[in-house]
């Protein structure tokens, strides 16, 4: 959290017009700009109509012109919106539609709103001219790493137009996304077996731990016109370790993929194209012998192994771990041919028979 898969976020934004001209923008209490929320079904991390909190707006009001770089955001300047679906959403100062035909106002928008810990912060000023810019450190503890989104832009909505009318801001997913998959082959077909057999009877394979590495991007600037992301820094290697138990207390591993980072498990990254990342899985394979002291053997295995993928923003990769297994096999059986020597023969002296 489907090799490639853009989750939509989509926000709602109510704009009502005034009746009051003259005024850049006019002032009318009954009719201020709101705030409401939905959001296409997607991972449980993800920005959801259920969980979603916060997100900031950019607007920038143009009096008889449409939007250009040239203007800085006179509307709203990371304008913080906050409450929920189910209550509504807030912000202050509350404002309010412009009358004049040809003023139009565009927006900018991205979510979650920066609170201090979820690595976001303000990149472009208030007096910046052109589409604002938020800057992304990832936080160093997974817990805290957010699913930043970016709004496709909605420009040049004329004030009067608008009045009674909703404005779409389509979000979109502007970080990479890190899942896995495990199964085994219990037999190797290039060692003499069937790929694919299914384990012997009393035998199971149990994964224990996953620990991936990479040097994965640490900040980077997000563009809010087209999503891109621009002085994309990386620190040295981190790595990102899961644990399911050890021996059989660890995930039983199945013929069939099963998820092993998937859901709101997912690890989240900026977007650098290529990248290669390091895996190591230690699992284990226990066999069912009451000959056995403990009426069983213990098999315990590292792997390690290198891949490369290309993380885009939007996208989500999930790694397939195939654990190759192979039984045990006895070929023929060799017996050689016991070869006499004279030099073990001897001689054996009997009594004489006297009688």
């Not at 009746?19 to 929320?37: D, H, L, M, Y």
């Amino acid at each position: 959290m489907k090799r490639t898969i853009c989750l939509l976020a989509f926000a709602a934004i109510l704009l009502s017009s005034c009746s009051i001209k003259g005024e850049s923008p006019c002032i009318n209490s009954r009719q201020a700009v709101g705030f409401g929320t939905y959001v296409g079904t997607t991972r449980t991390t993800a920005i959801t109509t259920a969980n979603i909190t916060s997100f900031g707006v950019y607007g920038y009001y143009s009096d008889g012109a449409p939007w250009s770089s040239n203007l800085v955001p006179n509307f709203m300047f990371n304008q913080k919106v906050e409450g929920s679906n189910a209550s509504g959403f807030t912000y202050s100062p509350v404002k309010y539609w412009p009358n004049e035909q040809d003023d139009k106002l565009s927006f900018f928008a991205y979510a979650p709103y920066m609170n201090g810990t979820n690595g976001i912060s303000e990149n472009s000023l208030n007096i910046t001219p052109g589409a604002p810019s938020i800057k992304y450190e990832m936080p160093s503890s997974e817990d805290s790493q957010a699913d930043i989104l970016w709004a496709t832009p909605v420009l040049n909505l004329a004030g009067r137009d608008q009045g009674a009318s909703k404005v779409l801001l389509k979000f979109n997913h502007s970080l990479s996304a890190l899942g896995m998959k495990i199964r085994y082959l219990a037999e190797l077909q290039d060692l003499g077996g069937t790929v694919g057999d299914a384990l012997a009877s009393g035998s199971k394979v149990y994964l224990n731990s996953v620990t991936f590495s990479s040097d994965f991007p640490s900040s980077g600037v997000l563009n809010l016109q087209d999503g891109s992301w621009s002085d994309v820094r990386s620190s040295a290697s981190r790595s990102y370790t899961r644990s399911f138990g050890e021996a059989a207390q660890g995930l039983e591993v199945g013929k069939e993929n099963s998820d092993i980072l998937s859901g709101d498990d997912l690890v989240l990254m900026i977007p650098r194209g290529s990248m290669e990342i390091a895996v190591s899985v230690t699992y284990t394979v226990i066999t069912d012998d009451a000959s056995l002291k403990d009426g069983k053997s213990v098999i315990v295995n590292t792997i390690s192994k290198s891949t490369t993928i290309n993380a885009t923003n939007g996208s989500k990769t999930d790694l397939v771990l195939v654990l190759g297994l192979t039984s045990v096999k006895f070929d023929a059986p060799e017996v050689s041919v016991w070869e006499f020597s004279s030099s073990l023969e001897t001689e054996i002296d009997l009594p004489q028979n006297n009688a």
